[in-house]
């Protein structure tokens, strides 16, 4: 299939660069105030977002036209469109990490993923402010442009972890901060997954824990950290599946032993 060769990654890296030079990069810290909305609580979007998703989908339904299209904002519209994957699927995240951007800060990225019968095929993570494209294939190993990625970890003790508090309750927070921060060196999160999968990889966060587990957030990353050789998993070891994004609860870590270790602590506290 074109959907998994080479070249395909190629047309996809065009069209996110694309929508970062028109819909993205123009507005960053130029936007206006009625260029922004929120969605809910501390949720927010812009102009930007949905612009770019309209970009992304126009392109990738020209490059794969059988597969259907779960864009973040579109299915914040229409949840019906949620329904889409449990098939051959594209699933678009337009501008990750839109309350950085919304304040003029970064992080901030782009996420796509290609999905079948709920498990990622490919996934891909752009970042328009360096330039950073990180890519996978199912079975065929992690890559940021043309280097092939070994995850690797922090080498410090305790190890790093970014932990999300943002959509856990009083008593779940108490419930970390107690029984798990004190076995880890807890970091800021970066409020955008394009960026804590790769900081995952690359040596500088050894393990984070989200709670919301939507696909236009994990699709990607999931699949290019376990390609990577680290793993991202729900907590109790089952895989991530795009079709199953209800579920609450994900464990990323930037090898299988920081996994369990983690693991087994969340596990403790039921």
Not at 126 to 151: M, Q, T
Not at 231 to 239: C, E, I, L, Q, Y
Not at 247 to 262: K, N
Request: glycine fraction near 8%; aromatic fraction near 6%; hydrophobic fraction near 45%.
């Amino acid at each position: 299939m074109k959907a998994l060769s080479g070249t395909f990654t190629g047309d996809v890296r065009a069209l996110l660069q694309e929508a970062s030079q028109r819909a993205i990069l123009p507005r960053f810290r130029k936007l206006a105030k009625h260029d922004i909305q929120q969605k809910a609580a501390d949720d927010f979007v812009t102009v930007a977002d949905r612009e770019s998703e309209e970009i992304i989908a126009a392109g990738l339904a020209r490059i794969l036209p059988e597969a259907a299209i779960v864009g973040e904002e579109a299915s914040h519209a229409d949840p019906s469109l949620l329904d889409r994957l449990s098939g051959l699927c594209w699933i678009i995240d337009p501008l990750d990490g839109t309350h950085n951007f919304a304040h003029g800060a970064a992080p901030f990225g782009i996420i796509v993923a290609l999905a079948d019968a709920g498990e990622t095929l490919a996934g891909w993570l752009y970042d328009p402010l360096s330039g950073r494209f990180c890519h996978a294939r199912r079975g065929a190993g992690a890559f940021i442009g043309e280097d092939r990625v070994s995850a690797r970890t922090s080498g410090l003790e305790p190890p790093v972890a970014a932990i999300s508090l943002l959509f856990l309750d009083r008593n779940e927070r108490q419930a970390i901060a107690s029984h798990i921060a004190p076995h880890y060196t807890v970091v800021d999160i970066p409020r955008c997954a394009a960026e804590q999968y790769p900081r995952l990889a690359l040596g500088e966060n050894d393990l984070s824990i989200f709670q919301r587990t939507l696909p236009w957030d994990h699709a990607a990353g999931v699949l290019w950290l376990n390609e990577a050789g680290g793993k991202a998993a729900r907590p109790d070891g089952s895989a991530y599946r795009v079709d199953e994004h209800a579920l609450p609860g994900l464990i990323g870590a930037a090898s299988p032993a920081l996994w369990d270790a983690l693991a087994a602590r969340l596990s403790s506290l039921d």
